[in-house]
């Protein structure tokens, strides 16, 4: 029936919630860095991919071997010469920067591609489904980005887990200064986690971009999808993070539902009352730590 | 003679406006063990954190195995084989025991020390390595902090209060293991409040007095009375 097939469709648009909440996640959960450029970062990822496509003449799948790199070294230089030196104490210097980061990409991407609507054209897997039921069916794209967050949250989550580096990561996290007392540089650290949260963005943006159309103010949108997975899932926890945007897609999906038969409001409201309701009654998040954070 | 393994010459230090440390002078031998000892904002802490790289010098020298440290950063000098046991311990609470054991020794520094061998010394730790490290005791804390310090495989180790809101049975046991640290080649220099543990283990001692050296002996030739001066100050007329 048509509410099992949205809450499966809501399941498989909680993957792209996911990767977008993947470097938000990760970015907190080890220097408490909130990034307010991120959603931004995505939708330049996806004209990146635009460009490549358009440059190479190859299809979006492959772009993503031009644009994650690209973007994770720009991760990597953005830490080392500009977020590190508003990590402290004080959150708001990092939330200024990265405002202000965003509200410049958004111009230069407007300057560059102009307001135009723009997609990324993937061909026939865009359109393939699998026929589960009469009643659901499952898209080839969208359960392939559903398996891409599993996989790199599962993978981040092992190296996290049984690494050396992971270790290190952890630590850091815990305690940046004890860190330095085990030979960890803490600066290197956090580049390099800024590298991955921008090569997970960047992924999250060019699916965005096959999914559908973009422009160049739709960060912010990005974002607060982000956010609320991250928080709905408890920060800091990247398993947390791949529940919460599943949980999110779900609602908005089963929100559509309700809005196609009752004509009351819009799916997009519902995801924002769950995360508001998640906040009232468990701050803390699904996985999250009681008294961190 | 040698070159001392730690000189430090007129080191002077402190956070932001406030000046901790004024001209300190010490010198620490390879195998030797020296107790700084002092009051309660005396600049102990400082000097530590300040050798360890983490508080910057403001004036002055020190020279670890004939090398200038001036602006190395706290991470390399772990490489270079200084380890600090920090004061409150200060172990990754979200991290196992083991895991915290393992970062101890994430630098990658040939040495004798590996897990087993501080098991060893440290027996203490083996029923708790699959613990977080954050629901530990006091005194198990420190011995793992000792133990996470060790696997950096130091030439010199910092050992910053290790007694500190310890029960005295506690205290002695992890002092037990200090001989056969010391017997491994690493030269140990400890701050401790514990007067009488500190001159029991140290082969000099020096004492702080509002961030200066108000005096610095071995146990056998200082008196306790001097101590005493030199802990709390003289009152001059």
């Known amino acids: 029936m048509s509410w099992v097939n949205a809450a499966v469709q809501g399941v498989l648009l909680g993957g792209l919630f996911a990767l977008f909440a993947t470097g938000l996640s990760l970015a907190f959960g080890v220097m408490r860095f909130v990034n307010l450029a991120h959603g931004d970062l995505a939708i330049l990822a996806a004209y990146l991919a635009v460009s490549t496509t358009a440059t190479l003449d190859v299809d979006p799948f492959v772009s993503l071997l031009v644009v994650v790199p ?67 069916a499952v898209g080839w794209f969208p359960l392939l980005t559903l398996v891409c967050a599993v996989v790199v949250l599962v993978a981040l989550q092992l190296v996290l887990s049984r690494t050396r580096a992971g270790r290190a990561f952890r630590a850091t996290s815990d305690d940046p200064d004890t860190a330095q007392l085990m030979g960890i540089d803490d600066r290197s650290v956090h580049a390099r986690v800024m590298a991955i949260a921008f090569a997970t963005v960047a992924l999250a943006g060019v699916f965005l971009g096959i999914r559908q159309t973009f422009g160049p103010a739709e960060g912010p949108t990005v974002l607060l999808v982000g956010f609320e997975a991250v928080v709905i899932g408890g920060l800091g926890s990247l398993w947390g993070t791949l529940v919460g945007g599943i949980v999110l897609g779900v609602a908005q999906a089963v929100g559509n539902q309700v809005d196609v038969r009752y004509d009351l409001l819009s799916g997009v409201l519902f995801g924002h009352l769950l995360f508001l309701a998640v906040l009232a009654f468990r701050p803390q998040g699904l996985f999250g730590r009681k008294g961190r954070a | ?30 195998g030797e063990t020296v107790a700084v000892i002092g009051a309660n904002g005396a600049g102990k802490t400082t000097l530590l954190r300040t050798l360890a790289g983490l508080v910057p010098a403001t004036g002055g020298s020190v020279h670890f195995a004939g090398r200038d440290l001036l602006g190395i950063p706290a991470h390399r000098r772990v490489a270079a084989g200084i380890a600090l046991v920090p004061e409150g311990r200060r172990l990754f609470p979200s991290l196992t025991v083991e895991e915290n054991l393992r970062v101890g020794g994430h630098g990658g520094r040939p040495g004798p020390w590996d897990v087993g061998r501080v098991l060893g010394v440290l027996p203490v730790i083996e029923p708790l390595l699959p613990r977080p490290a954050g629901v530990l005791s006091g005194g198990e804390s420190q011995a793992v902090a000792i133990g996470r310090a060790l696997m950096s495989n130091p030439r010199l180790m910092l050992l910053d209060e290790a007694s500190l809101g310890l029960a005295p049975v506690v205290v002695r046991g992890l002092y037990e293991a200090l001989p056969d640290i010391i017997g491994s080649g690493t030269t140990v220099l400890i701050v401790e409040q514990d007067i009488s543990q500190a001159l029991a283990v140290a082969d000099r001692v020096v004492c702080l007095l509002e961030g200066r050296v108000s005096l610095a002996g071995t146990p056998r030739t200082v008196a306790r009375d001097d101590i005493t001066a030199a802990y709390f100050g003289r009152v001059r007329a």
């Open chain 1, 70 to 136: 690209v973007m994770a070294v720009a991760g990597y230089l953005a830490q080392r010469f500009v977020f590190d030196r508003t990590i402290g104490p004080d959150p708001l210097p990092a939330i200024l920067v990265t405002f202000g980061l965003g509200v410049v990409i958004q111009n230069l991407l407007l300057e560059h591609y102009s307001a135009d609507s723009r997609g990324l054209d993937a061909g026939a897997i865009e359109t393939r489904s699998i026929r589960l039921t009469d009643d659901v």
């Open chain 2, 1 to 30: 003679m040698t070159d001392p393994l730690l000189e430090v010459d007129g080191l002077s230090a402190g956070y932001g406006a406030f000046q901790a440390l004024f001209g300190v002078d010490l010198t620490v031998a390879e």
